[in-house]
């Protein structure tokens, strides 16, 4: 089974920081490049980090700087630290490969966790 479990975000003010964890399927991880996805209401997905299976990382430029994602192969767990944080990066939190995993023809997404910031 696939199985993408998101946890960490919450409320904070502008110039915060919170660490998002990820516990991903071992089917989903290890070979896999990893990423991190966020969703505000009404917008489409976007892409704000990705992490490879040796450590090379990348970043949409709205978040380089900010924000670092790293990985541990062994608990197969994908992490997205958040430093100061801006209100425009409130949104749903996702973690998935890279490029998203699909299952019989749909992507496959777990609930996510919501980040909220405040002015």
């Known amino acids: 089974q696939e199985q993408l479990v998101e946890s960490g975000g919450g409320l904070v003010q502008a110039g915060g920081s919170l660490r998002l964890s990820c516990a991903a399927s071992?089917?989903?991880?290890?070979?896999?490049?990893m990423g991190w996805y966020r969703q505000a209401p009404g917008k489409q997905r976007e892409q704000v980090a990705t992490?490879?299976?040796?450590?090379?990382?990348r970043y949409t430029g709205s978040v380089k700087g900010r924000f670092s994602i790293s990985r541990d192969n062994l608990k197969d767990m994908v992490y997205l630290q958040m430093n100061s944080l801006k209100p425009e990066d409130t949104a749903n939190y996702f973690c998935?490969?890279?490029?998203?995993?699909?299952?019989?023809?749909?992507?496959?997404w777990g609930q996510g966790t919501q980040v909220t910031v405040s002015s």
């Open positions: 998935n490969s890279d490029p998203p995993v699909r299952i019989n023809g749909r992507g496959y």
């Open positions: 071992r089917s989903l991880f290890s070979t896999v490049d």
């Open positions: 992490i490879t299976e040796d450590g090379i990382t």
